[in-house]
C-alpha cells in the first residue's frame, strides 16, 4: 500500500504533438510535463485553442490524422502509452482509461438504447460477463449518476433524455468498467448553470464513492475551483502554471492566470464591477512567436519576452510558473537583450 502512494498513477513528460496540414506544422502541444496521484483530481485550464483535448487525446490514444505524438512520453503505471499495440491500447481504453466528452449527444448512438450502450461499453471490454450481468451492472451505474427508475431508463432512446441526463449517461458509460483515471473533457459546457453545478456535485460524489483519479479539463476557473486538487493552466499548447488549487486562485503568478481570474464574474462583486478582458488575439499556432508565447499580449511585457522562452519559476514544491518577471533577469539584461 505504501509503495502504491509513492507510485504515480500518470506521468507526462516533454509532451509534444504537432498537426501536419498543408499550410505547415502546428505545434498544439509544446513540450508539457505533469504527474498525477492515485485519485488525484488535475484541473486544466485554457482558453480554445490551448491544446488542452489534443494532450488528452494523446493519452487516451483517440489522437487523429494529422496530428502525430513528435516527442515526450506519457507514462501509465510505469508502462509508456505511445508504445502500446492496437490490442494493448484498446484493452487500456475503457479498463483502465476513460473519457467523457463535451457534447453527449454527439457521443451517444441515436438508434440504440440508452441500456443498450452501456451494456456495449462493458460487454466490449469484458468477455466474459453475462448478458444478466451486465444490464445489472449498466443499471447500478445509472443510480450511481443518479439516474432512478433505472429499468425504465435503460429502454429509452438519447433524444428522449434532456441534456443533463445524457451527460450523467455519459459518465456511467465512462464508469462501467472501473477505470483508474477518468478524463473529463469539458463535461459541462453544453449545459445550463444549474445543470453544471449538479454535474459538478455529482463528479464530487462519485470521486469520493470511487477514489479514482480525474483529468478535468475546461476554460472556466470558476469550474475547477470546487473539484481540484491541483490546476495545470495551458497557453498556446504551453502549461505556463501549475499549483493547487488554493496557490492558483489565492496566489496566481502568471499574467495568463491573473488575466483569467480578472475576467470571470465574481459572487461577491459590487454590483458594477466591470470584468476586464484579456487584451489581444490568441497565438497563430502556425507562426507562434520566438518568445513568451502570451507576450504580445501581456501588459508586463519586456523586450526579452518576445526572444527567448522564459524558464519555469519554482514558486513552491507544489507551485511553478513559467515568466521572466519570476525569474528576476538583471536589469540591463532585461532591457539590451
Known amino acids: 500500500m505504501e509503495e502504491m502512494a509513492n507510485k504515480k498513477l500518470l506521468k507526462v513528460n516533454d509532451l509534444r504533438v504537432s498537426f501536419f496540414t498543408p499550410a505547415g506544422e502546428v505545434k498544439a ?27 488528452a487525446y494523446s493519452i487516451i490514444g483517440l489522437l487523429q490524422s494529422p496530428g502525430k505524438v513528435v516527442g515526450g512520453s506519457i507514462e501509465f503505471e510505469g508502462e509508456n502509452v505511445l ?13 483502465e482509461v476513460s473519457m467523457i466528452f463535451q457534447n453527449p449527444m454527439t457521443c451517444l448512438n441515436p438508434v440504440y438504447t440508452i441500456g443498450n450502450q452501456l451494456m456495449e461499453a462493458l460487454t466490449c471490454h469484458d468477455k466474459a460477463v453475462t448478458k444478466r450481468d451486465a444490464y445489472n451492472r449498466a443499471r447500478e451505474m445509472l443510480e450511481l449518476v443518479g439516474i432512478h ?13 434532456s441534456g443533463g ?3 450523467r449517461v455519459m459518465i456511467a458509460m465512462g464508469l462501467i468498467c472501473s477505470p483508474k483515471l477518468l478524463i473529463a473533457d469539458e463535461p459541462t459546457t453544453a449545459l445550463d448553470v444549474t445543470i ?3 454535474i459538478l456535485e455529482l463528479m ?34 504551453k502549461i505556463v502554471e501549475q499549483g493547487t488549487a488554493d496557490e492558483i486562485f489565492y496566489n496566481p503568478s502568471h499574467p495568463y492566470t ?6 470571470m464574474p465574481r459572487v461577491d462583486a459590487d454590483e458594477h464591477e466591470r470584468l476586464i478582458p484579456i487584451e489581444g488575439t490568441p ?31 519554482e514558486l513552491s514544491a507544489t507551485h511553478n510558473a513559467a515568466c521572466w518577471l519570476l525569474t528576476m533577469p538583471n536589469k540591463e539584461e532585461t532591457e539590451n537583450d
Open 258 to 263: 491573473k488575466g483569467l481570474l480578472k475576467s
Open 149 to 161: 427508475d433505472g429499468d425504465r431508463r435503460m429502454k429509452q432512446y438519447p433524444h428522449e433524455l
Open 83 to 95: 508504445e502500446f499495440s492496437d490490442q494493448r491500447m484498446r484493452s487500456f481504453r475503457g479498463n
Open 283 to 313: 497565438v497563430d499556432m502556425l507562426n507562434p512567436p520566438d518568445g513568451c508565447p502570451f507576450g504580445p499580449r501581456c501588459e508586463y511585457c519586456m523586450k526579452i519576452c518576445l526572444k527567448h522562452n522564459p524558464p519555469k519559476a
Open 165 to 167: 441526463m445524457r451527460q
Open 29 to 55: 502541444v509544446g513540450g508539457i510535463s505533469y504527474d498525477l496521484n492515485y485519485g488525484e483530481v488535475m484541473g486544466i485550464v485554457g482558453e480554445s485553442g490551448s491544446g488542452k483535448s489534443v494532450e
Open 204 to 237: 464530487k460524489d462519485i470521486r469520493k464513492k470511487t477514489h479514482m483519479a480525474i483529468i478535468f479539463i475546461t476554460h472556466n476557473l470558476g469550474v475547477v475551483a470546487d473539484i481540484c486538487d491541483r490546476i495545470s493552466v495551458m497557453y498556446a499548447g
Open 196 to 198: 453544471q453545478a449538479q
